[in-house]
């Protein structure tokens, strides 16, 4: 069982969050501008990382927030766990 | 070497059984080879056989890190079936269905392949039109499928919770008569033998460090035991893809992560069917021995730690209760994981990559077992002539650029949703 410190709720078991993928992967800024490779790349490539990965996890049965973490994926080990930064709002017009 | 027969076991059995040899050989790598498979799993076997058989490439190496079948072939829960929607899915399958059924006669290698039935519950009226769907799909496709009701499925599997107090009252569900088990260790032996008798190098504890390249294209491995050069060079490593591949230079839609299997201590007779769960996700069969074989679900989250945790354990044990409460009392003896290329469609990819000479079969996610003869075939032929064949013309790298992904469960770009 994977222990997850949550920043806000302190460590709890894996089974209270829901995995959300490589965090590493982000979503190009302008898709109408972007040519089909690039969002090729986007949509499907990963780097899958023997060692070190960086993950998305929401704390689905917490505080709902979505963290960053760092896992290593042969040893299961988590070196970092902290939220991820709130998007910034537009103007909100 | 000989051939297995009656005969042949009558004579060994006279001599006390003391005559039988190694069925392949140990050699030492040769220099270079007409063509290079990495991975001594069912998949890279298969491929090598075909190779020799199928299209007259003798001159050919299977290169595996560890042993014979260490990998997924020796971990999966043995199921064979064809039972898929979309065309090209379904029509791969029924090709290696069709394989597996003369495929202990054509490698003279008993594989204990037993076609006893793969049924899928359906736990509603509206499951059970997906499954009516499903079954029209494969019988346009050829592909044997019969929709059950309620007392179907209580006639086919005694001993199921088929009240309607159940947790998941079963509606019916689809069967496909013509699924079932094989020995998954045989089949990875019965094809080594066969493929080493017809000149395929079998190398064991070599693992590829490294693929060399030029501009035209590939030209060799660097491994454990020094370079092999080779201008055609297949990977049947899935697991691993995206480690070999990116020694080339080539990033996968691929995550690996970890699904997996346990074993119940061995009962008598019990369940002569394969029965999947369609509430939640189990699949268990009885193997010869006795023993329960269950999985479900991948752990969820990447991982290349061939052993997983304990919620999914769990859950997969509450799966087999609520649908066989008599097993209650039975205990766990075996539990063990293996890593899956989990792609970003759920379906597998076989066949060229952007680098001339590289081939690429791998992304099986959880289907990788009853796929092994029609993979190798299609491998084979596409090493061998450079294109792919039409079974898995397909299952390209390039669909996923097209936009031509082959999503059965419709999950959407979410490997451990698949």
Redesign the interface.
């Known amino acids: ?2 222990l997850i410190h949550c920043p806000h709720c302190g460590p709890r078991a ?2 209270e969050f829901s ?1 959300g ?2 965090a590493n992967v982000a979503r190009p800024p302008a898709p109408e501008e972007t040519d ?2 690039t969002w ?2 986007y ?6 990382a ?1 060692g070190s ?1 960086a ?1 998305l996890w929401q704390h689905i049965f917490g505080c709902r927030r979505w963290l960053r973490l760092h ?1 290593d ?4 080990e988590i070196t970092s766990c902290s939220d991820l930064p709130r998007p910034r709002t537009g103007n909100g017009s | 070497m000989s051939r297995y027969s009656f005969a042949s076991l009558v004579r060994h059995g006279v001599m006390g059984h003391r005559g039988w040899k190694p069925v392949w050989r140990d050699p030492e790598p040769k220099s270079s080879y007409d063509a290079i498979i990495v991975g001594g799993g069912g998949h890279g076997l298969a491929s090598a056989y075909y190779l020799a058989k199928n299209h007259h490439l003798n001159n050919v190496a299977v290169l595996e890190k560890g042993w014979l079948g260490g990998g997924n072939t020796g971990r999966n829960t043995t199921i064979v079936r064809s039972n898929y929607l979309l065309d090209a899915n379904a029509r791969f399958y029924e090709h290696g269905m069709k394989l597996w059924e003369g495929l202990s006669r054509d490698l003279n290698f008993n594989v204990m392949f037993s076609q006893r039935g793969v049924l899928n519950l359906a736990h509603s009226k509206g499951q059970l039109e997906t499954f009516r769907r499903r079954g029209n799909a494969m019988r346009l496709n050829g592909i044997d499928a019969e929709l059950l009701n309620r007392g179907d499925v209580a006639a086919l599997v005694p001993g199921m919770d088929l009240s309607g107090n159940a947790r998941f009252p079963i509606e019916g569900g689809l069967l496909q008569p013509r699924g079932g088990t094989a020995r998954h260790d045989a089949v990875a032996w019965g094809y080594a033998r066969a493929a080493d008798r017809r000149g395929v190098d079998i190398i064991q504890n070599c693992e590829v460090t490294g693929i060399r390249r030029d501009r035209t294209g590939v030209t060799g491995v660097e491994t454990s035991r020094g370079f092999i050069a080779s201008k055609r060079i297949g990977l049947a490593v899935a697991g691993h893809s995206t480690q070999l591949a990116a020694m080339a230079g080539v990033r996968l839609p691929i995550e690996s992560h970890v699904l997996q299997a346990m074993v119940s201590e061995p009962v008598k007779p019990v369940l002569d069917t394969v029965v999947t769960f369609g509430a939640a996700h189990l699949y268990v069969s009885q193997s010869d021995k006795g023993e329960l074989v269950m999985g479900g679900d991948i752990d969820g989250y990447n991982s290349f730690a061939q052993r997983g945790n304990l919620p999914v354990i769990e859950h997969v044990a509450a799966c087999l209760l609520a649908l066989f409460p008599q097993f209650s009392r039975l205990r766990i003896l075996r539990t063990w994981g293996g890593i899956m290329d989990m792609t970003m469609d759920g379906s597998p990819i076989i066949g060229t990559t952007p680098v001339p000479g590289l081939f690429l079969n791998g992304g099986w996610c959880y289907g990788g077992f009853k796929a092994t003869p029609a993979s190798g075939w299609v491998f084979a032929h596409t090493m061998a002539t450079g294109q792919p064949h039409s079974l898995n013309a397909d299952l390209n790298l390039d669909r996923f650029r097209q936009g031509r992904v082959l999503d059965e469960k419709g999950a959407g770009p979410y490997p451990w949703a698949h």
């Not at chain 1, 949509?43 to 899958?48: A, G, I, V, W």
């Not at chain 1, 994926?73 to 299961?76: A, I, R």
Request: without cysteine; negative net charge; proline residues 0%.
């Open positions: 069982m994977l894996q089974t995995y993928g490589d089909d490779r090729t790349d949509l499907y490539l990963r780097d899958n023997k990965h993950e896992r994926v042969v040893s299961h």
